[in-house]
């Protein structure tokens, strides 16, 4: 009996097909991800194998799995844990889950966008402490949202589905992508722009670029000083796309007025972390797929695609080269 060994509990159903269909299918039972030593261990001998993004996924552990390990499948659309290279070497295919996140995680960037800019945790702490006393004409003013100029920095699926929800609110949309995008101009209304042009215009910049060699640290001291004075900067993408002490500047020293951030550097952050108690950061905890709808579809989208692969049949979403 072929085994599946998946580094975290999934929701819903969608393992037990794999093992209605006679896979024994291995799930590591803790909250946390397996330490490295363990999951060396855990994934020996394995035909299948769902990760999810903190699992490092190299050479080491592909031959550690050895050479019957067939299929990778990650929980997630991003895929810079995962040595593709290696992968393609050794003849194993990796899928993940394109798309069907997209809605979910657009929603949590405009929710972090607006909740950063209206200073909505910092409104809700200031009345869990019992400080509200009175309305006052500039009690915790921040800057509004409709009309203003947006910046999206990646514009695939994500950024075209963000930049709709700002649409929505009537504001102007700025895009930069390696390509222009005519048909989401169009339907958007959207200018595509350099990106010291976006960085300088924008009210309220939001990251969806892929983390690569060029984006690592896109967002550093140099890009955030030319920013618009009081904007706010939202990251849904990935953390290393923002250096956390140039950020931390930016936001005591300007030109930011505070910053939105479902992913940091470090992830996770520390307990006590100047991003964590920052008064005019929101941070959430990687949660832009957490829609229940939304990870269920996931489950089952790993979970198709590994028993396509130990069927022998092509996964729907392939990372490489079935």
Do not use: C
Not at 8 to 23: M, N
Not at 109 to 137: I, S
Not at 183 to 191: N, V
Not at 271 to 299: D, E, F, K, Y
């Amino acid at each position: 009996m072929e085994r599946v060994f998946v580094t975290r509990s999934l929701p819903g159903t969608a393992l037990d097909e794999l093992r209605q269909t006679g896979y024994r299918v291995d799930v590591w039972p803790e909250f946390l991800a397996p330490p490295r030593e363990v999951l060396l261990e855990r994934v020996r001998g394995a035909a299948g194998l769902i990760t999810m993004l903190e699992d490092r996924v190299d050479a080491e552990l592909m031959d550690a799995a050895g050479p019957g390990l067939k299929v990778i499948a990650q929980y997630a659309v991003g895929l810079d844990n995962i040595d593709l290279e290696a992968a393609k070497k050794r003849g194993i295919v990796v899928t993940h889950t394109p798309g069907v996140l997209t809605d979910a995680t657009a929603d949590l960037a405009f929710a972090l966008l607006a909740a950063a800019a209206r200073r909505v945790v910092e409104g809700h702490d200031y009345v869990r402490r019992g400080e509200w006393k009175t309305w006052h004409p500039e009690l915790l003013l921040g800057p509004e949202l409709h009309g203003a100029t947006v910046g999206v920095v990646g514009f695939g699926r994500i950024g075209q589905a963000f930049a709709h929800r700002a649409r929505g609110f009537e504001m102007k949309v700025l895009y930069t992508s390696r390509r222009p995008k005519p048909e989401a101009e169009a339907a958007l209304a959207a200018e595509r722009v350099e990106l010291d042009e976006l960085l300088a215009r924008a009210d309220f910049v939001s990251l969806h670029t892929p983390l690569t060699p060029e984006t690592h640290r896109l967002m550093n001291a140099e890009r955030l000083a030319r920013m618009k004075e009081g904007a706010v900067l939202v990251n849904t993408a990935r953390g290393k796309v923002v250096d956390t002490e140039a950020l931390l500047d930016a936001l005591e020293h300007g030109p930011l007025f505070a910053a939105g951030l479902d992913v940091t550097d470090p992830e996770p952050l520390p307990a006590g972390h100047p991003l964590s108690r920052h008064p005019r950061v929101v941070v959430t905890p990687h949660i832009g797929s957490a829609g229940h709808a939304t990870r269920l579809h996931m489950a089952e989208m790993v979970a198709r695609d590994v028993l396509a692969v130990l069927q022998g049949r092509p996964p729907r979403y392939p990372a490489t080269p079935a």
